[in-house]
């Protein structure tokens, strides 16, 4: 199955990994509160975590580390880092409540020590008996995976282990290898020679969520010099293909191997596409990190605090530098402010797109977008409470979403929590009224615009209107919510490419989730909008799809498309109007291009067209970027255009033709 992959939130890599590598220390530290009491908290566990996939020779990493009396921990980790791809490091503990709290960090290889420090409830938290044991997976290769078992005090015990997958083992160190990918749980047994007994589990996930296709590539760094990299393309399968490079700063090379020196450090989006002979092309891209090791930036960044019983948020700002800065505020509802920290109170409920402008003495500007939700505190009593399951199994992370309804019954979120490690998850202080659940499978980083699960209403749908509601009332807890698989599709020539236009300040236009279903309403791919409201689906095959838009509390009205030899590209515009998005497909069923040649072409291609008026001709790569754009009056139908396409680099285009009503046609060509 042949896959299109896209970056997520630029920080999620893809699955292709990089062969340049090394193995690296990092320190992990922190402190442990009450946040009652801002007293520390002693024997509490903390939790550090590198997931990775059966496509990263890496592995993953998973150990914990246990508080001192003054609520301090400590932890020294080896993993052998990607260089130039940003790795994320989480770290997390539970409170009183069960819940799991998580800090992610960032290894870019610029930084090696982190610092999390977490202020809990510490109300019901019992410190550990002096025989309870915990699980470290030492090491991760593949389906080999190492065990090591610890004792929180000092006593000795025999170790007891079922690795989920019917086979037993014995002793504080074990090594297994699984017949198979999947998600196992695992149990450590242990019993001291006082009889104390003790019992531990752990979700192992040995999940290749991409499964590679026929003619599957993948993108490896051979070397990595301050701003000189050498990358390497791969076949999974080992079958030739052509290889076509966007370097993500504007720069494409063809060819197996590509040295490219960037001008800049920073991050560059590169793309590889490959064409086998047999026509079967895939495309693979990931963040490149380019960091100096001396930080002269002005980025910074805010948290926003809803203070109790109000609608004012307090905002505070974080900067990893310590040059000075200016600060300037747009809160997103038409007023501004100044300052690192500072306080704003809104006049209405609602979710307002707040922007920080930063800047200092030489020239830096920097800017930093998040959305605010401005609602009600919480000052209920009931509680709302759930597992999030996955194909029968505990899944990997989800983070999941409480929605309720405001007086115009039009839903809006009011708490978000995450899933602890055995899938359960609360909502706390609950008051009554309507309610909907939604929980989001959390990628590891491997994973990009195709996911092995969607994001599930409790009901277990993907569409927020069939949904089954919660009246509150009384709970009728547990609220289980079982993930929607994705049955993802791919390799074909047909592309969808799109917008989504908001307006007012209340909403972003990027990072919405947008669904595309086949003809049966099944879901086959998932990809979020970038900052600009833009996403596209590539690599399709030629049929009848719906364009679906996914923001709860929104009706959509989906774009119909079908791709077809004709017409293989299609430009959807989705407009959100009030609490309603409408999707209009700009294409016709009769292509306006009457003939393309010479297909393949060298320096030109010649097109006769059947349009007239106002033309707008552009050309368009594989992925869906403009690499040209022109107009031209069309007098008469059939009429001969030559188009240069001298300094386009070798690889599939798609010449997109617009006529003055808005149509649209395309057809494919070769550029050698």
């Known amino acids: 199955m042949k896959t299109f992959r896209l970056l997520f939130a630029l920080i999620l890599m893809l699955g292709a990994v990089s062969s340049y590598s090394q193995i690296l220390p ?144 014995t002793g504080q160190y074990v090594t297994h290898s699984y017949s198979q990918l999947g998600i196992y749980l695992v149990k450590l047994q242990t019993v001291t020679a006082d009889g104390c007994m003790y019992e531990s589990l752990f979700n192992l996930m040995l999940m290749d969520t991409i499964p590679p296709s026929g003619c599957e590539n993948m993108i490896t760094i051979s070397q990595l010099q301050g701003l000189d990299v050498d990358f390497q393309g791969i076949m999974l399968s080992g079958q030739p293909a052509s290889y076509f490079w966007d370097l993500g700063d504007g720069s494409t090379a063809t060819g197996e191997t590509v040295s490219h020196t960037y001008n800049n450090y920073g991050y560059y989006n590169v793309t590889l596409q490959t064409v086998t002979p047999d026509s079967c092309m895939s495309n693979s891209m990931f963040m490149l990190v380019l960091m100096d090791s001396i930080n002269t930036g002005c980025e910074a960044e805010f948290m926003a605090t809803l203070l109790p019983n109000s609608m004012t948020i307090a905002f505070e700002t974080y900067t990893p530098i310590s040059a000075p800065l200016e600060y300037t505020w747009d809160f997103g509802d038409g007023t ?98 309507t309610y909907l659940i939604l929980a989001s499978p959390i990628p590891d980083s491997s994973n990009t615009s195709v996911f092995q699960f969607l994001p599930t209403f409790y009901g277990d749908v993907v569409f927020w209107d069939q949904a089954t509601e919660i009246v509150l009332g009384t709970p009728q807890n547990p609220y289980n919510i079982n993930l929607v698989s994705l049955d993802s599709i791919g390799g074909g020539s047909g592309y969808i490419g799109g917008q989504i236009i908001v307006g007012g300040k209340t909403m972003m236009a990027g990072g919405q989730e947008v669904l595309l279903l086949d ?44 791709l077809n030899a004709t017409n293989p590209t299609a430009n ?19 292509s306006q291009i009457e003939n393309i040649y010479p297909n393949p072409t060298v320096s030109n291609i010649s097109v006769t067209l059947k349009a007239q008026g106002n033309v707008k001709l552009r050309i368009l790569d594989a992925t869906g970027k403009t690499v040209f754009a022109n107009e031209q009056a069309v007098n008469t139908s059939g009429i001969l255009i030559t188009l240069p396409v001298t300094d386009l680099n070798s690889g599939l285009y798609f010449l997109v033709i617009q006529d003055e009503n808005g149509n649209i046609s395309s057809k494919r060509f070769v550029k050698n």
């Not at 600009?532 to 498309?561: E, H, K, W």
């Not at 959807?572 to 009769?590: A, C, F, L, R, W």
Request: aromatic residues 12%; contains cysteine; charged residues 5%.
């Open 336 to 433: 501004t402010g100044s300052g690192p920290s500072i306080m704003h109170t809104y006049s209405a409920l609602g979710t307002y797109i707040v922007q920080l402008f930063t800047s200092n003495s030489i020239g830096c500007t920097s800017v930093y977008t998040a959305p605010v939700v401005v609602f009600p505190d919480s000052t209920g009593t009931l509680d709302i409470n759930g597992q999030v399951i996955a194909m029968n199994s505990i899944p990997y992370g989800a983070e999941v979403t409480l929605f309720s309804t405001d007086p115009a019954g039009f839903f809006y979120p009011v708490q978000s929590t995450y899933v602890n490690q055995f899938g359960f998850y609360n909502f706390w202080n609950v008051s009554e009224g």
């Open 26 to 169: 990092i320190q992990v530290s922190g402190t442990v509160t009450d946040q009652a009491t801002a007293l520390p908290i002693a024997n509490h566990i903390v939790q550090v975590k590198i997931y990775g996939d059966s496509m990263n020779p890496a592995g993953g990493f998973y150990a914990t580390a246990i508080t001192n009396p003054n609520g301090f921990y400590s932890l020294s980790i080896v993993y052998q880092f990607t260089l130039g791809v940003a790795t994320p490091v989480h770290i997390g503990t539970q409170d009183c409540m069960m819940m799991y709290i998580e800090d992610l960090q960032y290894y870019t290889g610029s930084q090696t020590a982190f610092t999390s420090d977490f202020s809990i409830c510490n109300d019901s938290i019992m410190p550990p008996s002096q025989c309870e044991n915990y699980i470290i997976v030492s090491g991760m290769q593949g389906l080999n995976v190492s065990f090591m078992g610890n004792m929180v005090g000092t006593q000795q015990a025999t170790y007891t282990w079922d690795l989920g997958d019917n086979n037993t083992a």
């Open 572 to 590: 959807v515009v989705m407009t959100v109007s009030g609490h309603t998005i409408t999707g209009i497909s700009k294409y016709e069923q009769n």
């Open 519 to 562: 003809e049966s309403r099944t879901p086959v791919r998932i990809t979020y909008t970038d900052a600009q409201g833009n996403f596209s689906f590539g690599s399709l095959p030629y049929g009848n799809y719906t364009v679906s838009p996914m923001i709860t509390g929104i009706t959509t009205m989906p774009a119909q498309v079908n």
